[in-house]
Each structure stands twice: as C-alpha cells, then as structure tokens.
C-alpha cells in the first residue's frame, strides 16, 4: 500500500530521525543521519524519492534491522527506488532511510525530499530506543574520509556518516540519534579562518548553514523546535577547526584563545537553554589535543558560573597515527575505537 509521507507521520506510524522539515506533504532531509524509520511486518518496501543539489551529490544509506543494506547517490528526477524485497511476510522488520551525505552549503542547494512509500504488508508501532542522542561536530562527525578510503579529492563519495562514531556509538547503546555538523567549520571560525563559518551560529535554525535562496525558501533559517526534540546527551565534537583557524595568523593568540573561550561558553549556555535536562559531553581529542586545556577551561568556568553539573570533558582516543586515513582524518577503525570510549562513558552518566 502507497503511503504519502504527510499521512503516514500524522497516523504515527513514522519515527522522522534527525531536523527534517516538510514542503507538499514530502519530508525534506538536511541533514546526515536524518530520515524515516518504517517497522512493518511484510515482504518489501518502496520509497518515491528525489534529491536537489547542484554539483555536489547526495548520498542515501538504507537500513534494515540496523545493518546498512545499500548507500547510492540519489538521482535529480523524482522516481521509485525498491529498499528491499523478497523478505519473508511473516516477520517484523524495521527500515531506516538516512541521508548520508552533509549539508553542503558551498552548493546552491542540497536537499533530499522523500514523497511517499508503498509497504507490501502492514505498517507497525515505531521501534522504541532506550536514549535519544545529538552529535555536533566538524568533518569527524560528517565522516569525512570513510567513504572512498583511497581517494584525496573533496568529493561527496569520500564522505560516510554510517561509518562515523556517530552511528557506531549509538547502536552500541540502542540509542536512535540526530546529527549538525559541517567539514570544515568551528566552534568560532573555519579552518581557514573565516568567523562566518562557526556552528553555534547556524545551530538553533533547521538547518542554518544552508543559506541559499532554495534553502531559505524552504525554510532553513526557520528556528528548530527543541521542545519536540528532547535529548538524553548531547555530544560536541569541536576545536580542530579553530586549531587551524588560530595558526592562519588572522589574529593573535591570545585574542583568538579569549575569542573561543567566550564563544564556547556561550554555546554551552545556549545548549543548556535548549535542553534543560540533557547531558552535554564535549568528545574531543581524535586528530590531536592541542585545544584540549583550552576547551576544559571553559567548561569548568561555566560550570563554576551556572553550577551545571551535567556538563563534562571527555577526552577520545587519538586516530594517529595507526587509525589515520585519507585526508588526514581518522579511518572507520579509528571511528569504532572513539564510539566505544564514548558509549561507555555514556552509559555510565545515563543509567
């Protein structure tokens, strides 16, 4: 049976993962990670689907029971694309389509829209997850270098989400999870020195970093409803950007170092603001720790300043230089050892 996505999300029989927005009855994915989940007890499934960019393509992961089935490039005309099939009817399975590709806000547009799915079978109750997780962070968290693991360029194909820690620290938690992050961006400027190109800046809008007219049209700088989106932890995994930034020479040392320190406290409040009750982890340390004492002073001074207990400092394993691919970013073996550092620690704050 055919199922606009509209009718579907108002039965309630969709679990949307991630900041997804809606245009004509389609879900609309920014976002790495984010997309609709479908358990059903059937033999196969559908999905009407189209992407919108201009030179830089979108890449779509599908999911079956948790194990990544497929990642392909999703076309520009609007058409069906069969998930999976000849499944035995009998059995409950559980489909997750994600974008796997960053935002892209060099581009003129980056978006995926999903239409409409045709289940063969009946359509269950979501799946229920024992945490709900969001990871902020630069090209780590976008899983640049785990994709074509042999190529240099800066190319979409390099990039894969599913094999970020990301993903692998939450499905060692049966956690489902929402992702921001940009290759490239900081807490206070780029790796090449641009204060433009920062995430707190963009974080609080659906999707903030893509600015074009499309994106605006679309809604992108609309604010995000945290209230709706309630999380146990919220993981930051910023700073080697503003390492690269601090070196450009655009500023002195001490005046970038004063420039971050405040802007990270100010994020941390911001963050606070949107979640009352979550943890907030800041992950750092897989390409180096030249920002770690940096970070820790401004989360012990904000800590001392709002007597937020639920705030901490977790430092990850470094990826080089066994675990140090292309592109001068961490492997998926890299990845894997950060994710079990982390679930860990998670598990131990959340219960």
């Known amino acids: 049976m055919r199922r606009d996505m509209s009718e579907l999300a108002a039965s309630g029989l969709l679990k949307v993962r991630g900041r ?20 059903f007890r059937g033999s196969s ?30 076309s520009r005309e609007r058409r069906e694309y069969t998930l999976v099939q000849n499944l035995d009817p009998s059995k409950e399975t559980v489909v997750r389509i994600a974008r796997n590709t960053q935002n892209m806000p060099e581009d003129s547009v980056s978006l995926i829209k999903i239409y409409s799915v045709d289940v063969e079978g009946e359509i269950l109750t979501p799946t229920s997850y024992r945490y709900s997780l969001e990871f902020i962070g630069d090209s780590i ?13 800066w190319i979409p194909a390099v990039f894969d989400n599913a094999n970020s820690y990301s993903r692998y620290t939450a499905d060692l938690l049966n956690a489902e999870y929402s992702i921001v992050s940009q290759s490239g961006w900081g807490l206070y400027a780029s790796w090449d020195g641009n204060p433009a190109c920062n995430i707190p800046d963009v974080y609080p809008r659906l999707c903030g970093s893509q600015r074009s007219e499309r994106g605006r049209a679309i809604g992108c700088q609309e604010p995000w409803d ?10 930051i995994n910023l700073g080697y950007n503003d390492q690269s930034a601090m070196a450009t020479g655009k500023w002195e040392k ?7 320190r405040a802007q990270g406290i ?4 911001e963050l606070r ?7 907030l982890v800041w992950a750092y340390g897989m390409l ?31 990826s080089a230089p066994d675990y140090l691919g292309v592109r001068f970013h961490p492997t998926p073996e890299g990845h894997n050892m950060a994710a079990k550092v982390l679930a860990d620690y998670l598990k131990n704050i959340l219960g």
Request: net charge negative; charged share 35%.
């Open 273 to 279: 603001s949107f979640y009352p009750h979550a943890h």
């Open 141 to 153: 968290t976008s899983g640049e270098g785990c994709g074509l693991t042999n190529r240099e360029e």
């Open 45 to 74: 499934i559908k999905a009407e689907m189209d992407a919108e960019y201009g030179n830089l393509e979108l890449w779509l992961d599908v999911f079956v029971d948790g194990e990544r089935l497929s990642r392909f490039p999703l």
């Open 20 to 39: 997804c927005g809606k245009e004509e009855g389609a879900l609309v994915l920014f976002w790495q990670g984010s997309g609709p989940e479908i358990r």
């Open 288 to 318: 180096g720790r030249e920002m770690q004492d940096r970070i820790r002073d401004f989360l012990e001074e904000y800590k001392k300043e709002s007597g937020d207990q639920k705030v901490s400092f977790l430092l990850l394993p470094d």
């Open 226 to 235: 945290f209230a709706s989106a309630q999380k146990d932890a919220v993981i």
């Open 266 to 269: 100010r994020f941390l409040k």
């Open 254 to 260: 001490e005046e970038y170092e004063k420039l971050f």
